[in-house]
């Protein structure tokens, strides 16, 4: 009798969940094009911000009040691992260094590793890549420092300071689009002045596009590369 | 080995560091241009210290000729070497003798030894194990002479040629 009785109620409520979402989908145009926000963005790109490259349009300039969340993201992760690592006096410990074709390759390749990390965020309205991928490029060449000398450091106090600045950088380009536009992250350089209205596709364009992304590159290298160190130190017992 | 002077090696980084630019962005673009010539002035100021310690020295055209010369010579051994190792596989005997040799090298700066050591491992059949001091290890598929000098001879005397007037 009981599992009859429950039977039956999961048969009712089953019917009443699919009633719902029948009702639901019922009201979704099958075989249309639903994509209205994404033909926005195509069709009015190039007019609005100046950028060729529509996703990083939608990333750093109709979204960019997200991608500076996501910075602040990165910028809590790496205090958390900061803070997990934390010990009193903290100092790398490798004790072989690199092989010579590693140190040697090292030294050749870091201007190279930095120059194409910043090829990337600099081309980041034109190009696919942009700040984020720029930016760990950057680290990696710091990363190789790491792995090819037992005894490098990164300038700590240096970068501590060219991150912070990078950070504020950031919302001061928002404040002062709040100030000219009226709202924050208003594209002021290419809504405003109109600057490089006549150079669509070619490297000045893109209004804030550029500087932005020249910011998040450099906050994300720094930042990445404080990661890495951290990760790298062990803990020395006096 | 002596050190150039700062201006000579930052100015050698830069200009290097540019070229690399023209390369990354195709395109002789006013706009490309200006911004690639900051960014190589900005990058060379980090990183000169580490990248060159001959500056401008490496410029000079002998060395340049001698580089350039390298491409195609290189690229030849490269094609011989792979053509030797496919007649060693396909070989019905497959007549190989492998065996690890001892090689001495005449180069002296690091850059000269990295490119040795990465010519011997692109050419098909020989693969550097260990670099120490002036000794290679290398790997060889067919070992004709085992003797150090004998080794030298037919591995990396053929690159040196080359890569002592590059590298030094």
């Known amino acids: ?238 | 080995m002596e050190e150039a002077s700062k201006v000579s090696r930052y100015l050698y980084t830069a200009i290097v560091l540019f070229l690399i630019w023209l390369f990354l962005t195709a395109s002789l673009d006013p706009q490309e241009l200006a911004i690639g010539a900051v960014m190589s002035i900005v990058v060379a100021a980090f990183s000169y210290e580490l990248f060159t310690t001959r500056g401008l020295g490496n410029l000079h055209p002998r060395r340049v000729a001698y580089a350039i010369a390298y491409i195609p010579y290189f690229l030849w051994a490269m094609i011989m070497a792979n053509l030797d190792v496919a007649y060693r596989v396909l070989h019905p005997k497959r007549p190989i003798n492998p065996g690890i040799v001892e090689c001495k090298t005449v180069l002296e700066t690091g850059a000269g030894k990295l490119a040795l050591a990465n010519s011997i491992t692109l050419t098909p059949g020989t693969i550097t194990l260990d670099i120490d001091g002036d000794k290679y290890f290398i790997h060889w598929i067919d070992v004709k002479d085992s003797s150090v000098e004998g080794a030298s001879q037919n591995i990396t005397r053929p690159f040196e040629k080359f890569l002592k007037v590059i590298f030094g």
């Not at chain 1, 009040?65 to 990165?74: A, N, P, R, S």
């Not at chain 1, 010579?100 to 990337?120: C, R």
């Open chain 1, 1 to 238: 009798m009981v599992s009859l009785l429950k039977r039956s109620l999961a048969i009712i409520s089953i019917l009443v969940i699919g009633y719902w979402l029948a009702q639901g989908l019922a009201g979704v145009p099958f075989g249309e094009d639903k994509m209205l926000v994404g033909h926005y963005y195509l069709q009015h790109v190039k007019e609005q911000t100046g950028a060729v490259n529509a996703v990083t349009a939608v990333v750093v300039n109709y979204r960019g009040l997200d991608t500076l969340g996501e910075v602040t993201v990165l910028f809590i992760a790496s205090t958390g691992v900061a803070a997990l690592l934390w010990r009193k006096k903290r100092e790398r410990t490798a004790k072989v260094g690199g092989s010579p074709v590693l140190t040697v390759g090292t030294k050749f390749l870091v201007p190279f590793v930095m120059l194409f990390g910043a090829y990337i965020f600099i081309h980041g309205h034109l190009t696919p890549g942009g700040g984020f991928p720029g930016g760990a490029t950057i680290a990696t060449a710091f990363l190789l420092l790491y792995m090819a000398f037992t005894i490098y450091e990164i300038p700590h106090k240096a970068f501590e300071k060219v991150e912070g600045l990078a950070g504020m950088g950031y919302v001061l380009v928002g404040l002062i689009g709040l100030a000219i536009g009226g709202y924050f992250l208003f594209d002021w350089i290419w809504q405003d002045w109109q600057w490089g209205v006549d150079n669509i596709g070619r490297l000045f364009s893109g209004g804030f596009i550029p500087i932005i992304y020249t910011i998040i590159g450099i906050k994300v290298g720094t930042e990445l590369s404080g990661i890495v160190d951290n990760m790298l130190k062990e803990e020395v017992r006096e």
